[in-house]
Each structure stands twice: as C-alpha cells, then as structure tokens.
C-alpha cells in the first residue's frame, strides 16, 4: 500500500483546474456502449475507477484508445454480456453496464459489484425500475441473470430519487420506441450530463433538471460528448483553501452546480468571489451562522461532500451538528479527527456534532474510502506536524494525481 507523509500547517495558494465529474464519467462510459458504433468522450478524470471501468468493457470486446483525459471507444466490436466479476468487484458502477447490455444482446450476467463500503447500498430500485421496463432477472451462484425479451413503455415511479437507477432507466430507455416516464426520478447534474449525451445520440428526453423525466429513443448513434467539471472535486479544494488560510483560484468552475455549496460555505464563514468560469476562495474568519447541516438529494448539499464539510467544521468557531442520512458508515472517519484532537460528539451512525475551532495534532491515519480519504488529507493539510496517510490508493479512485495538484497549492506532501 502507499502512504502520504504530509506536514500541515502551510497555506494553499495559487490556481487550480477541477478535472472531470468522476459519477458523471462512469456513467457516460456504460451508455455510449448502447450504440455500435464510436464516440469520443472528453475531459475523462483519469481515475482508477475510469481505468478499471474501462478495462471492463475492453474484455467485453469494445476497443478504446485514452490519452490525455480524451477517452475514444468503438462499441461495434462488443461481443460479450458478462462483465469480468473480478473487475466488477472493484467498483459500484460496473451495475451500470446492465442497462447497455440488455439493450445490445437482450441479456447480461451480473455480479454484486464493489466500490466504497459506506453503508447498505441495496440494487432493490436498479432491479425493480428494470423490471417495470419489461426485464426479467434471477439470482444464481452469486450472480444476477437479468434477459429482455419484451420492451414496456408507459409511467414507471422508482421506489426512492436513485441516482444509478434513474440513469440506467434512462439509457434503457432511450432504446426504445415507447414512450417511458420516469417519476421521482434524481436531478443531480451528472444525470443531466447523462441527458445531454443521450440527446446528441438520438434520444429524446424531456425534463432534465425535474424528478419527472420522459423518453422515448431507438436506433442511437456515436457522438462526441464532454464529461462535466466535478463540482465534488471543485467544494473539496474550496474546504482545502478555507482550513489553511489560503487564497486558491479554481477554474472550470459551473456555478450553477454550486448553489447548495456556497450556501453551506458561506454558512461557515468561507469567502469567495466568482469570476467567469471559477471560483476564489479568500482567507477567511471561519464561524458557523448556524446550527444543523444536511445532506439531501439535489438541489440539496451533495452526500459526498460530507465528509470534507465536517473537517471543515472542526476549524470553525461554533458548534454544528452534521447529518448525512444516507449512508450510515458515512461518519465512521471521524473517529481519525477525534484522534487529532477534533471535539466531536458521534451522536448516532447519521449524525455527529462538532465543537470548534481545535487544533490538530499530527497522526497515523488510513483512507477507508474515498471521501474519508480525501478528508484525512485535508485535516493533515491542516494540522500541526507530519501525519503519515496510509491506504492511499483509494483516494484515486476519484481524485487525479491528488499529490501533484496539491503540491502546486503549497502542501508539503511526500508519496511514497
């Protein structure tokens, strides 16, 4: 395993790009598999969780060619509905290509797939919204064997605003010549970025941005299509900048993906200033104007910003309760603060309450998941002395070359 030694206590200063959106990209992946033929996608994060997905779809028969964040694949060779299991245990999105596979061959063979353990993530609405289409499945040996013989248009309601469902409803059904509702359907922005793809293929998609949405598609084409900026990486070095007292410009900056964001910064204390495309957060006096923040579905203060949020808290002036209700592993990272020093109460699995500002104190720490890791990091960035990180690789499961980019900031960060 790798480590991070990271000596706190530096301002980060100085200019950033935010790299792709890395559930938006896995998700564009899977979907231009729908059609045999090529497409380009742009701005690809260059993640494991993309490296890994893409190795995927290569032993499916696709051919893909990724340079410099341009990822080119030629979906008219694939010939395989069983994804690699071992592949697929890696990461959460691998359930995805279920929706493209049914659409090429009519079937597809499934394992669990992997990805972050941070609580009950059931494929209860993936498997119930498939069957509303007309999908049959059964589960065997530990796999899912999922056939579609018969299309069904009409009203479909998904049983809770899933994200990866509604996205694979979507793709299924923009194959089809029936028209398909989707109600109390997610609106997250990567699903609009979904969307915006389908459309350029061939679909036709009405209500992006609403939880009602209704498609209706066919015969899809390639397309070239860029993956929208990630607005989780651009609030992770807002966070960065506010906890070390910096002043850093981050570019590709979609304000529009940003509302709920800046509402919860400013809340804290954050200063910033928008300019065309980015973002500057300015050294700031951090208290907390209010008591409670909360994790929703969107437009509301995205789950994987969580984490991050509660570093956050513990260098501000106030106390605050954290709820993510959600994903109850969620918090379990914050027993890592509490041994820096933080003054944290965990109240129960969803919620903790933090009491700040406190000074902390330099640790052996470990990345349980991406968003835990990626907060480690940040309270190291912010403590006093050289903290060793270990388990670092999942951090790259979706942020690029995290190490160099902070490095650019200012921090003293060693990879070894």
């Excluded at 700031?284 to 910003?305: N, Y």
């Excluded at 605050?320 to 918090?331: A, G, I, N, P, T």
């Excluded at 990091?377 to 690029?400: F, K, P």
Aim: charge should be neutral; hydrophobic fraction near 45%.
């Amino acid at each position: 395993m790798a480590k991070f030694l990271i000596t706190g206590g530096k301002k980060l200063e100085g200019e950033i790009d935010i790299f792709g959106n890395k559930n938006s990209a896995l998700k564009l992946i899977p979907a231009v598999l729908v059609s045999a033929s090529k497409s380009i996608l742009t701005n690809v994060p260059n993640i494991s969780d993309v490296r890994v997905l893409i190795e995927i779809i290569e032993k499916l028969g696709a051919k893909t060619s990724f340079k410099d964040n341009v990822l080119e694949i030629d979906a008219t060779t694939l010939n395989s509905y069983e994804p690699d299991p071992d592949l697929c245990s890696k990461i959460r999105a691998s359930v995805v290509l279920a929706a493209p596979l049914l659409v090429r061959f009519g079937k597809a063979v499934l394992t669990p797939p992997g990805g972050d353990q941070i609580g009950d993530r059931l494929l209860d609405t993936h498997f119930s919204m498939m069957q509303k289409l007309g999908a049959n499945f059964r589960r065997e040996n530990g796999k899912f064997y999922l056939t579609w013989d018969k299309k069904i248009g009409g009203k479909i309601f998904l049983e809770e605003a899933s994200v990866t469902a509604t996205e694979m409803g979507i793709i299924m059904a923009s194959s089809m010549n029936e028209e398909v509702t989707i109600e109390d359907a997610a609106a997250e922005p990567h699903v609009g970025n979904l969307i915006d793809l389908l459309v350029k293929m061939g679909a036709k998609i009405i209500g992006r941005g609403t939880n009602t949405l209704t498609v209706s598609g066919g015969k899809l084409n390639g397309v070239e299509h860029k993956v929208m900026a990630d607005h989780i990486e651009g609030g992770t070095f807002a966070i960065a900048s506010a906890i070390t007292g910096g002043k850093i410009k981050i570019n590709n900056f979609e304000v529009e993906n940003y509302h709920m964001i800046l509402n919860y910064l400013g809340n804290m204390g954050v200063s910033y200033k928008i300019e065309k495309n980015s973002l500057i957060v300015l050294p700031s006096k951090l208290i907390a104007s209010r008591r409670k923040f909360q994790t929703r579905p969107w437009p509301g203060f995205p789950t994987d910003l969580m984490s991050p949020f509660i570093v956050l808290a513990t260098q501000t002036a106030g106390t605050v309760l954290c709820h993510d209700w959600m994903y109850e592993w969620r918090m379990f990272f914050v027993d890592d603060l509490i041994g820096m020093g933080a003054n944290i109460f965990i109240a129960d699995p969803h919620r903790v309450i933090i009491s700040g500002p406190t000074k902390l104190m330099a640790d052996r720490l470990f990345c349980k998941d991406i968003r835990a890791g990626i907060s480690v990091i940040l309270a190291a960035l912010a403590a006093e002395g050289t903290s060793t990180i270990e388990n670092v690789e999942v951090v790259d499961r979706g942020y690029q070359n995290i190490e160099d980019r902070l490095r650019t900031l200012g921090a003293s960060i060693v990879k070894q």
